[in-house]
């Protein structure tokens, strides 16, 4: 394939991308944060059909994106007719891998297979998220606290 065409597919899949990530981040917004991160309401989401295929196409979007700019990146580096194969073929095993993994994922969910590792997978996202949440607010007050006041 033209490298023209293939950064024509690097940029509708970025603007595609765009467009899904910003709907996923508005239904996120109906509800109170922490309640969206339960493993009941995540596990809901994957179960609703629609959601679950804006999921799925966001997951092949950003890989196809992330996996293509990686790939070129990589190209700049060095030249060479087997480099350049070897880092296309990487990169689109490493792109199938995701995908399958991610919809793997997905998909048990939504048949409703409830096997430990995938609970363990969502509960572990949910935790890390909050984890984050919470230091950023702790480092927020540190600072208002150390603050000089007048």
């Known amino acids: 394939m033209r490298e023209s065409t293939i950064m024509k597919i690097h940029y509708g899949t970025a603007l595609a991308a765009v467009a899904l990530v910003a709907v996923h981040i508005l239904m996120r917004m109906t509800m109170n944060f ?30 196809i994106h992330g996996f293509n700019g990686l790939r070129v990146i990589l190209l700049e580096l060095k030249q060479g007719r ?27 969910t939504n048949m409703g297979i409830d096997r430990k590792s995938t609970r363990l997978e969502l509960q572990s996202h949910s935790d890390l998220v909050c984890r984050l949440l919470l230091e950023k607010k702790n480092t927020q007050k540190k600072k208002k606290n150390n603050s000089p006041t007048r």
């Not at 792109?95 to 994922?105: C, D, E, K, Q, W």
């Open 34 to 63: 922490a309640d969206s991160l339960e493993y009941e309401t995540v596990l809901a989401n994957y179960k609703f059909i629609p959601y679950a295929i804006m999921l799925e196409l966001i997951l092949v979007l950003l890989s």
């Open 82 to 108: 087997t480099y350049e194969k070897a880092v296309s073929y990487g990169c689109l095993t490493a792109m199938f891998v995701l995908i399958a993994y991610g919809s793997r994922t997905i998909i048990m």
